[in-house]
Nanobody
């Protein structure tokens, strides 16, 4: 398993940008896909973006074109660049890891960070 720590959340005005980071430790020698999920108050956790070990990516329709996920395997970090933020992007953002291919299903991920709060105000 890997251990994940998120950072970079905060308070930002609508149309602004934030960059989230996910630092991995532990069994980083095993190829993991990394995903970002988010959970708004009173709502279920939802998929935002994912990246494979090799760099293939996938995005939820609600963030495609505004968010960019990337990774640096040498530094064991994954970044989520969030641009043109909207109030509806407000949520706790979690990074998660799984061995093998990425998925948009949270139940398939077995390592999770503690989450970082993103608040977008209009």
């Amino acid at each position: 398993q890997v251990q994940l720590v998120e950072s970079g959340g905060g308070l930002v005005q609508a149309t602004g940008s934030l960059r989230l980071s996910c630092a991995a430790s532990g069994r980083t020698d095993i190829s993991h896909a990394i995903a970002w999920f988010r959970q708004a108050p009173g709502k279920e956790r939802e998929f935002a973006a994912a990246i494979s070990w090799a760099g293939s990516t996938d995005y939820a329709g609600s963030v495609r074109g505004r968010f960019t996920i990337s990774r640096d395997n040498a530094k064991n970090t994954v970044t989520l660049q969030m641009n043109r933020l909207k109030p509806e992007d407000t949520a706790v953002y979690y990074c998660a890891a799984k061995v093998g291919a990425y998925s948009n299903s949270a139940s398939l991920y077995d390592s999770w960070g503690q989450g970082t709060q993103v608040t977008v105000f209009s």
